[in-house]
């Protein structure tokens, strides 16, 4: 069984559109993340949820807007897209644990590729 | 800026233990040490994690320093498979935000 899934795995797209990328978690999991990893392979945090409720929003453009219907869903939609927003756009869950320590699980990742 | 420094680059003979440094000198007392592993093109995989003992499961050792402010992953008989971006960030909560840094890219020669 799957335990992060995204959807699409592939999105090409022109500049200026707009585009959802959509993250399902079955592990249970309070809190949800999105990365971003550009051409230079950093992985950068973009946006974590816990139980539907923002919890760390970094500098990103509000072209980018997460949504969060359930604490099993985290979707990130884009507007107008830009080319700087070509990328490997991986979502993650983890488990809230008291007293800290918690590991995050990983999605198989959307490349993103604006033309 | 990540919290951790690491080589930016290893190579380890199959069969051969693949051991994985990380400096982390800054690292606060309630902060954990974790390591993740990304495989080409596949989402990063968690492999373990410690606070202050040592620890083991069955895909790796964590070796952490007394001081706290270094640790040394183990992967004892490393593969092909093994070959990967292996990263290690310091964290506490599901509240503060994860760093990852470069990491450290280990090549696995047959």
């Known amino acids: 069984d799957t335990a992060v899934s995204q959807t699409p795995k592939y999105l090409v797209t022109q500049m200026g559109n707009d585009k959802s990328i959509k993250c399902e978690q079955n592990l249970g999991h309070d809190t949800m993340y999105w990365y971003k990893q550009d051409s230079k392979k950093f992985l950068k945090i973009m946006f974590s949820?816990?139980?539907?409720?923002?919890?760390i929003n970094e500098t990103v453009p509000n072209r980018f807007s997460p949504k969060s219907p359930d604490k099993a869903h985290l979707n990130l939609h884009i507007n107008s897209l830009e080319l700087g927003d070509s990328a490997v756009y991986f979502c993650?869950?983890?488990?809230?644990?008291?007293?800290?320590?918690?590991?995050?699980?990983f999605g198989p990742g959307t490349r993103l590729t604006v033309l | 800026d990540a919290k951790t420094t690491q080589p930016t680059s290893m190579d380890c003979a199959e069969g051969r233990a693949a051991n994985l440094p990380c400096n982390h000198s800054t690292i606060s007392g309630n902060e954990y040490v974790y390591w993740y592993r990304q495989i080409h093109s596949q989402g990063p995989q968690y492999i373990i994690h410690g606070l202050k003992n040592n620890e083991t499961n069955e895909m790796a050792s964590l070796i952490i320093t007394e001081d706290r402010k270094s640790s040394t992953l183990i992967l004892p008989h490393a593969t092909l498979r093994d070959t990967a971006v292996y990263y290690c960030i310091v964290r506490q909560t599901s509240y503060d935000k994860v760093i990852f840094g470069p990491g450290t890219s280990l090549s696995v020669i047959p």
């Open positions: 949820y816990n139980n539907k409720e923002l919890i």
């Open positions: 993650a869950s983890s488990p809230l644990v008291s007293g800290g320590g918690d590991t995050q699980y």
